[in-house]
């Protein structure tokens, strides 16, 4: 029996889906060496393990080496358990693992090639969601028909719902949109750059799906990893100079990084990236306990913007911390609310 939905449940932006509001982002199926060396038995179980704990959105794309073919293997028996995206205007007809083989082309030959190869893989007649890959103009969507392309496959029943996977300042092309009823942006209490579109992302009837939610998980692995576009040591700064962990009180870095977008009210689903069973565990009981309470969210998002990690800023430097930022700084910690209590 499937547990209830992890995190909740959230109806998918102006679509009939209804999924769970914590989401599997099933990079780390990629295989060895860029990601774990893992075997089909041991996936399996951990994918239905996923499920039966109420994950029941997993995030997938022909990028991600193995992912697809393992996901089809493990769950195309229980395929209307789950919400299954994937992305498209990747490399078709590819077998292994690499960046490499990363590179996209936005045409809409493509586009259905790779749905298509998508299909046989994930062992399904149909993907709920269907996300074009790698940050693209729209201009380039237009000019080379993928547009027309994912309305020819949504009309034919082979997707149900068709998106982007896209970040500011190239985003904001995707607004007002309305071919498009999904949004993937990345987005952290560490990388806010996207948070001011998110709102208008909602309001145009968008479902927004989050990723890069725990940075990597970079916070709570001592800062041993990073996010990916950012520099060395440039998140870790940003939570030091914020004092981020002054208003913890007791909880973990890591609830703290899920809860914060779980916090954000226009985020349908936050997706994580693990295949260890006790991390899922972990993971889904911090989801469970939903949004942090408003005054601590406020007042992590003052700390963060006086610190230069603000929604909307671009890319966090230490430049950002200027003299007027510094003195905003000051200001937020001398707050009597700074201990978030």
């Known amino acids: 029996m499937t547990a209830s939905p992890a995190g909740g449940q959230r109806r998918f932006g102006a679509t009939d889906i209804v999924t769970s509001r914590l989401g599997y982002g099933a990079m780390e199926l990629a295989g060895a060496p860029k990601a774990r060396d893992l075997s089909e038995s041991e996936v399996s179980r951990f994918l239905n393990l996923l499920v039966d704990s109420g994950v029941t959105y997993i995030d997938t794309s022909i990028d991600y080496g193995l992912s697809e073919m393992l996901i089809g293997k493990a769950l195309a028996h229980r395929r209307d358990d789950f ?25 809409g030959e493509n586009v259905i090639a790779g749905v298509e190869q998508s299909l046989l893989r994930l062992k399904t007649d149909h993907l709920d969601v269907v ?17 027309d392309a994912l309305i020819k496959l949504k009309r ?55 990723r890069g939610v725990t940075g ?4 709570a692995k001592d800062w041993a990893t990073r996010p990916i576009g950012t520099k060395d040591g440039e998140v870790r700064a940003l939570w030091e100079r914020a004092d981020l962990d002054d208003l913890l009180d007791g909880m973990s870095r890591l609830e703290f990084m899920i809860r914060f977008v779980l916090s954000n009210p226009a985020i349908d689903v936050t997706l994580t990236a693990i295949t260890n069973p006790q991390h899922l565990a972990q ?10 309470d408003a005054k601590l969210h406020a007042r992590a998002c003052a700390l963060l913007d006086a610190a230069g990690g603000g929604g909307g800023r671009g890319r966090i430097c230490a ?23």
């Open 83 to 107: 919400t299954l995206a994937s992305k498209c205007a990747c490399a078709v007809g590819v077998h292994g693992v690499g960046d490499a083989h990363e590179k996209h082309t936005y045409t």
């Open 283 to 292: 993971n889904i009981a911090i989801a469970n306990k939903g949004p942090l």
């Open 216 to 219: 990597r998980g970079a916070p």
């Open 156 to 210: 034919d029943g082979k997707v149900r719902a068709i998106g982007i996977s896209s970040r500011l300042p190239k985003l904001a092309d995707f607004v007002t949109l309305d071919v498009f009823d999904v949004i993937q942006v990345p987005y952290s209490a560490l990388q806010r750059t996207n948070e001011n579109v998110l709102a208008q992302l909602k309001a145009n009837g968008k479902a927004i799906v989050a």
């Open 319 to 341: 430049r950002r911390a200027n003299a007027r930022a510094l003195n905003a700084l000051d200001m937020a910690r001398a707050s009597p609310d700074h201990s978030g209590k």
């Open 131 to 147: 996300q074009v890959h790698g940050d693209p103009t729209r201009a380039q969507l237009e000019d080379g028909g993928v547009i």
